[in-house]
């Protein structure tokens, strides 16, 4: 079936522009996660969505960042007023409900601010 | 703080040897470890370990958890060019989350 997908897959802006990145979770996935991945990095948590219950917020960076989900479907993170030290791969996963911690991730974002 | 920490964090190799990656943690309420190969920018799941001592086996590569040292290894005999890739430890969480916390990677070069 279909994995994760994410778009754009590459996204170039300018610093104090405000970007929306998408994330198409695999269907019936309950659970879906925003990670950025700086270069040479591990993944860092930025935020997590189960269903309707309220998202976990707790690891965005600051009040710039921003993320929606509808029910079980599409997810859309936002930068506002982006700075160069946004620059990142953002990667979005989904998780089946149940007891499994496998996440399926998607191809990310590449975002450069210049 | 939980933490993953991964070594080496750069390992070249020639193709046909085997390698030995090491992923150590300290975290509260472990409930799972698990690796990924990352080649391009999507992780793709290789084994998610929760028992301490058994072996998980896919082809050439294999994993073992050793809860009491707190520590995982992930090993690639045979190795061969398609190997090249960041591999990532991640530790699940007994938590609402189910977060992953994620290790650094280790950057794995295969020379031909």
């Known amino acids: 079936g279909a994995g994760v997908s994410q778009s754009p897959s590459n996204k170039v802006t300018e610093k104090g522009k405000d970007v929306e990145l998408r994330c198409d979770p695999i269907s019936g996935h309950t659970a879906l996660y925003w990670y950025r991945q700086r270069l040479g990095q591990g993944l860092e948590f930025l935020i997590y969505?189960?269903?309707?219950?309220?998202?976990?917020k707790s690891g965005l960076p600051s009040d710039r960042f921003s993320a929606e989900r509808t029910g079980e479907s599409v997810s859309t993170l936002t930068i506002q007023r982006t700075q160069q030290e946004d620059s990142a791969v953002y990667l979005c996963?989904?998780?089946?409900?149940?007891?499994?911690?496998?996440?399926?991730f998607g191809p990310g974002t590449r975002l450069t601010v210049l | 703080e939980d933490k993953v920490v991964q070594s080496p964090l750069s390992l070249v190799v020639h193709e046909g040897d085997t390698v030995t990656l090491n992923c150590s943690y300290e975290v509260t309420n472990f409930r799972s470890l698990l690796w990924y190969k990352q080649e391009k920018k999507a992780p793709t799941f290789l084994f998610m370990l929760?028992?301490?001592?058994i072996e998980k086996k896919s082809g050439r590569l294999s994993s073992i958890l050793d809860k009491k040292e707190l520590s995982s290894i992930l090993n690639i005999t045979a190795t061969q060019t398609g190997d090249s890739a960041i591999y990532l430890c991640a530790v699940g969480l007994i938590q609402g989350a189910q977060k992953l916390v994620f290790g650094q990677g280790t950057r794995l070069t295969i020379n031909p």
């Open positions: 929760t028992s301490s001592g």
């Open positions: 969505f189960q269903g309707n219950s309220a998202p976990d």
């Open positions: 996963a989904s998780r089946p409900s149940g007891g499994t911690d496998t996440q399926y």
